[in-house]
């Protein structure tokens, strides 16, 4: 996404480098700079004659697309919820909106469409440029729209069930990025269907990402010798098929279409898999997580109709590695949602199903692959496949020295492997039958 900008290529390089949200700002400040200098930019297109204020035409951009994650207490440290908030910030936003770099998104328009898709028109990063360059006037303080409302604590409500774990975690300052998995025990003394799952972390700004899952053997407890957790840098240690659930900054949580739930085991553990982010300061974190359950037992329990490949063997050095793998659908589904996963080398992830009928449905594509930011992406509205439909996923890897984020120096041969420093190549498509079933699941 850099390379958009037009800088040069050994600053590109440098830039890309700096992947770490904390150099965010260095980034935007060339960014910027770097645009100042180019030609004529998309703003052109949409110029008009009356003079862009903040109250009649930025706030509520702002309020919509960027509020959530700027403000206290949330991922970004940097608050955009004011006037002043903003004009201070003013050519950083431009540059950052112009680049497409906030609000964080990784699928590529038009190739699937998706909930909460928080991406800026054309339009409104028009208006926020032309305010910018227009010296960021207020405007008519009785044009104000309200402040952003965001409510506090759990966005869906009561949750029928809320697991904590035992004690804080302590997250040492400025020290690299940790992984560690935390065990919490269910209780349950019944099957359960989950309808939704929602986290909160009691300090977001160290907490980069995390992944929920089920773990009906006590694996855990095993890697965790006695401990309630255990570091986890890659994967759980154990195989955990599907993940039930998944928190990225900013990401509301969501609940299952009507009639559709996921069955919880009676006495399972739930793991969650928490990225830390370490600050300045050192931190506590204790997570905690909302069940809501069904009221009664679902129609469909969605299942995991996944695509991959463990035939992965990149050569050192090489740039642009192929990796592509198709299953077929076994009978007619309703898709919901997708999560693509691969780790440190992917630049790309490309995934279409091709209909018995000889179309094809665009499911997902990913230029900028991000193993840091990572999630569940839910389609608008659930996508139908016929029985028979071929489902392809393609991804590319860069495993050549010029990819900063290649975990070897010099570059090695990388195989399949549970480690980040491994490779993966899967997509989880969360399926439900297409057709009502004549009796609930049992
Ligand atoms: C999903 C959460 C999220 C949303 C939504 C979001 N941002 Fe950000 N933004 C971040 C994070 C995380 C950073 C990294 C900053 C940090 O470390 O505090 C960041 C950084 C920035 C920076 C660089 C600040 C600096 O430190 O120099 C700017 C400017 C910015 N965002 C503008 C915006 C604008 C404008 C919008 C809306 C159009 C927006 N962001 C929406 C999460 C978000």
């Known amino acids: ?49 009356k003079q862009v204020t903040y109250f009649q035409d930025v706030a509520l951009i702002i309020h919509d697309h960027c509020s ?11 608050p ?30 038009g190739f699937g469409e998706f909930q909460s898709d928080p991406r800026l028109s054309d339009a ?22 309200p402040a952003p409302r965001f409510t506090s604590g759990w966005q869906l409500g009561s949750p029928d069930l809320v697991l904590t774990m035992a004690q804080p975690f302590e997250v040492p300052a400025n020290t690299p990025d940790l992984y560690e998995c935390f065990i919490l025990p269910t209780h349950l003394t019944e099957d359960r269907y989950v309808v939704a799952i929602e986290e909160r972390p009691s300090y977001r700004p160290v907490v980069h990402h995390s992944i929920v899952v089920e773990d009906k053997f006590g694996a855990a407890r ?4 006695g401990a309630g957790a255990y570091p986890c840098f890659g994967g759980f240690g154990f195989p955990a098929p599907g993940y039930i659930g998944f928190w990225t900054p900013g990401v509301q949580p969501q609940r299952e279409p009507p009639g559709v739930a996921r069955l919880l085991k009676k006495d399972c553990d739930v793991v969650v898999q928490v990225h ?20 009664q037992p679902p129609e469909h329990i969605p299942f995991d109709l996944s695509v991959g490949t463990m035939d992965i063997d990149i050569p050192p050095g090489e740039p642009e590695h192929r990796v592509s793998s198709f299953v077929f659908v076994p009978e007619d589904v309703e898709v919901l949602s997708i999560i693509p996963h691969c780790h440190l080398l992917c630049r790309a992830v490309k995934v279409t199903a091709k209909l018995p ?21 839910w389609y608008n509205s659930p996508l139908f496949l ?30 399949w492997g549970e480690q980040s420093t491994d490779e993966m190549a899967e997509i989880h498509l969360e399926a439900i039958p297409a057709h009502p079933p004549s009796s609930p699941h049992k």
């Open 222 to 225: 095993r890697m965790a010798q």
């Open 386 to 415: 016929p029985q028979g439909t071929r489902v392809d996923m393609e991804m590319t890897f860069d495993n050549s020295a010029a990819n900063p984020r290649n975990p070897n120096h010099p570059p090695k041969r990388v195989t």
């Open 68 to 78: 959530s994650c700027h403000r206290p207490g949330e991922v970004a440290r940097l």
């Open 276 to 295: 830390f982010h370490p600050a300045r300061q050192p931190a506590k974190e204790q997570i905690s997580l909302g069940l809501y359950f069904a009221k």
């Open 1 to 49: 996404m850099i390379s958009r900008l037009n800088i040069p290529p050994g600053l590109r390089l440098c830039l890309w480098h700096t992947r770490s949200w904390t150099k965010i700002g260095l980034v935007l400040a060339l960014a910027f700079l770097a645009n100042s200098l180019e030609g004529p930019t998309i703003q052109h297109a949409f110029a008009t004659d």
């Open 80 to 109: 955009l919820l004011t006037y002043q908030d903003a004009k201070q910030q003013g050519p950083a936003i431009a540059a950052a909106v112009r680049a497409r770099l906030m609000p964080p998104w990784k699928p590529v328009a």
């Open 124 to 145: 409104e990063i028009a208006t926020l440029e032309s305010w910018v360059r227009e010296g960021m006037p207020e405007g008519d303080p009785k044009a104000q729209p």
């Open 357 to 377: 009928s000889g179309g094809s449905v665009p499911l997902i594509y990913i230029q900028d692959w991000d193993f840091d930011w990572q999630r569940q992406y």
